[in-house]
């Protein structure tokens, strides 16, 4: 049986089974998750069921063998050595503040760039009002110029806060030169993985990176509420002090918080059941053809595939990065005339099509890239969409921009 769809003018046939499928919003979370995924959260549901490093049991003990497996697929997939190094909670953001607020004190310099998340650039500005030296790089065009970056390391600086893939508008900064800056000036760098992971190839030793923060329900394909912190195998971690302390399941005779990896930072049970999806949504894209590199390729072509077709068939249409660039699968536009929400309302309301509009969480990229405060509509690819989907997607944006036009 078929919907039948009516705008202003000329109507729309819909099926059923296809109406609202359309999901272009897997950059502020990924769907659908993997069978493997959520086969892996109910496992742990409904066989494991233990609290891991909580019990003696057999179900604790394998659980902790569960998380202990997850740890090792994180630092894998970044190129640390020891799995002890991957420090989980409850998402990005709260591992860079994690980061952030557990390195930092009143009198450190800080530099980090336009492009930012508010999950970076928030905490960095409450450290800001409690003493620190922040300073912004701008990025022209969504570009971060390694030269710029390197003129604003001054003497003296302690850290680089750096987001590796724009949320916003897709540009992907240049992490291996500027990590190769930071560590010949002595400067650590924190990299903000949340929307490169799983879809850019990353290596902590290679690119010189100190801290790595991830989300592990984007390009990961693992359930919300996990991600983490990783350490490089050479970074001393006890420079960054805890934010959350309590009970870790060891060192129990002791009131004194733990000072060794993982525990110092995992007080309280963590997520096992989104733990396990997570590691199974990493072997989800080591198991696509070309892994991370086949996976970020897939988001590329169909990111190309949008901008070219919608430039060309959408009348007033505007992106504003460079079409290169959309390695994460991320394009942000706007239709002349009409504003981001209306576009994203009619795309959802009446083509059944996902996607997200307004600042994205990060309003110095926006006012960078000139669209603050409007925004933009963004689209976001996942491993899941198809050429076809982005044929259609252009189709119903053609529609609504002659409409926006004949008002």
Known sequence: MSILIRIKKGMMLFNKETAGRLYFDNAATSFPKPREVVDAVVDYMTVVG????????????????????????????????????AVFCQNATAALNMAIQGLLVPGDRVVTTAMEHNSTIRPLMDMKHRGIDLTVVPCPGGELDPSLFGDSLRPGTKLAVVNHASNAFGTLAPLGEIGALCRKRGVLLLADCAQSAGTVPIDMGADNIDMLAFSGHKGLYGPTGTGGLVFADGFDHARVRP??????????DSIEQPDFLPDAYESGTLNAAGICGLAAGIGFIGAQAGGVAGSGLHRKKLALRFIERASSRVPGLATYAPAERHVSGVVSFNIAGMEPSEVAWLLSD???????????CAPLAHQTMGTFPRGTVRFSFGAFNTPEEVDRAVDALREIAREGRGR
């Open 50 to 85: 233990g609290n891991p490093g909580r019990s003696g049991h057999r179900r604790s003990i394998e659980a902790g063998e569960r998380v202990f497996l997850a740890r090792e697929a994180v630092t894998g997939l970044f190129g640390v050595r020891s799995p002890m190094r």
């Open 350 to 360: 009446r083509y059944g099509i996902m996607c997200r509009s307004g600042l994205h």
């Open 243 to 252: 934010l959350c302390f309590g009970g870790t399941g060891s060192n129990s």
